[in-house]
């Protein structure tokens, strides 16, 4: 049986709202691609443009082997259609027991999702998104309004994805998966800034830490706090 | 001193805390209350029982600012003077010393080149820094920020926070998510299910949390 490779090429690509636009080139393989970039530039419009949610002004993102695609936004009111969270997990496909327990909110299953807390709705949202198999998960800002413990749970589960394409958009600066592939969004266009660890050294958004760390010759190995601490202790 | 005693609303239950003059952080798991005592600290609550003190007054009775996590969520008007403005003349301040406190904010702020803009026009970022103008221009008694820093890029966070630190607010008081940001603070509140786990400078209070993932990443990695 033939095994189709996955693919996403954005060629030329252009995106344009009001006076502002973003351009894009590129190739997302099967792997795990973290792109950074400051607020306003252009990370959600990317995300929209890769789902098929947004129509770029010019040039063509073209997808290979991709049958199952989704997309979690910022704001997790608006994934919101259940009336329980039991009912949530439920509209999801998902076992409620399974996916609530995962992320101790079983003891709250019949409760409204917009009686969480913020971080509480965006864990039941993450935990139903990362539930399912999609060949191409696109995670707009998946850590905020996440404690701590979370975003390391979450960028632990996402470190696992070995299958499909996984795109992280993210102004993130302390927790961070082990990544495939860097990108930045700067000046209005999409950068491809390599594989780890090379891509580091040209990295403008890392975080202090890895700033500091290159500068003292400690060049981690990826970006996941493992990463981190192990490059700060060698000897 | 921000004094706390026998405080009960919903989950959250705080028998003595007491808070100095400074940056305070406040952090903790999701759904363990921060936001709920913000909003008591800020009166925007009132608690069920117990009292709470900012230099011998209830919240409700001195000036606070405060800055939710989404701000524009909280804009009432359209220009980003207007909005600046707002506080000031909520309290019927003369038209003149307004305009004056306004501008004077703006430039302390580098706003000046925005004064003019819609507010719906201006990016994330801007906004965060309009709604933190709006928070300042009345000379507040207590800051108050609820993880309005989850949703800014490093360079933006760091502009408010030069913001902040330059302003003469006695008390500030933040709910973060970012260790490192909380470990340069002055004081820091640890909660958990609606209680005061930890309080204390962010060595003492943090050396408490050592081996969870609450200690700062930067102190492992130096230390």
Redesign the interface.
């Known amino acids: 049986m033939e095994v189709l490779t996955m693919k996403i090429t954005m060629d030329s690509v252009r995106a344009i709202r009001g006076e502002w636009s973003l351009s894009a080139r590129g190739t997302f393989s099967e792997g795990v691609h973290l792109i950074s970039g400051n607020i306003g530039s252009g990370k959600s419009t990317l995300a929209l443009l890769l789902s098929g949610l947004f129509s770029s002004f010019s040039g063509s993102i073209d997808m290979e082997g991709v049958t199952s695609v989704m997309v979690s936004f910022q704001f997790p009111e608006s994934h919101i259609t259940g009336l329980t969270l039991e009912e949530e997990c439920t509209s999801w496909g998902l076992d409620p027991f399974t996916v609530l327990s995962s992320v101790k909110l079983y003891g709250k299953k019949e409760l409204n999702p917009l009686k969480l807390s913020r971080g509480e709705l965006k864990r039941l949202n993450l935990a139903c998104v990362l539930g399912g198999q999609y060949d191409l998960l696109i995670l707009d800002e998946p850590f905020s309004s996440l404690d701590v413990q979370e975003k390391e749970r979450v960028c632990h589960d996402l470190s696992l994805r070995k299958k499909g394409i996984t795109i992280i958009i993210t102004h993130e600066q302390t927790l961070f998966p082990r990544v495939d592939h860097l990108w930045e969004i700067q000046n209005c266009e999409l950068r491809y800034l390599g594989g780890m660890p090379e891509a580091l050294g040209a990295w403008r958004h890392a975080p202090g830490i890895i700033k500091n760390l290159m500068a003292a010759g400690r060049t981690p190995c990826n970006i996941s706090p493992e990463d981190l601490l192990e490059a700060a202790c060698r000897t | 001193m921000i004094t706390i005693a026998n405080l009960r609303f919903g989950a959250v239950g705080i028998s003595s805390l007491a808070i100095g003059p400074g940056t305070t952080s406040i952090i ?4 363990s209350g921060k ?1 709920t005592i913000l909003k008591i600290l800020a009166g925007i609550v009132l608690p069920e029982s117990g009292s709470v003190l900012i230099d011998g007054a209830p919240p409700r009775e001195i000036d606070t600012g405060w800055i939710n ?1 989404f701000p524009d969520r909280n804009i009432l008007f359209e220009t980003v003077e207007d909005e600046i403005a707002s506080p000031l003349r909520f309290r019927h301040m003369k038209c003149k010393e307004i305009d004056s406190q306004v501008s004077l904010c703006m430039e302390t702020l580098g706003i000046t080149h925005l004064s003019k803009r819609q507010i719906r026009g201006l ?3 801007e906004k965060v820094l309009v709604a933190l103008a709006t928070a300042l221009v009345h000379h507040p008694l207590v800051l108050i920020l609820d ?1 309005c820093d ?8 760091g502009s408010a926070d030069l913001v902040i630190r330059k302003s003469d607010v006695p008390y500030i008081i933040c709910c973060t ?4 940001r909380a470990s340069c603070g002055d004081h820091l509140v640890y909660l958990e299910n609606g209680s005061v786990c930890f309080a204390g400078t962010p060595e003492s209070v943090f050396a408490s949390l050592a081996g ?3 200690y700062p ?2 102190w ?3 230390r």
């Open positions: 903790g798991p999701n759904g936001t996590e990016s994330g970022g993880e989850s949703h800014l890029d490093a360079d933006m966070a998510q970012d260790m490192e969870t993932p609450y990443l930067s492992k990695c130096s």
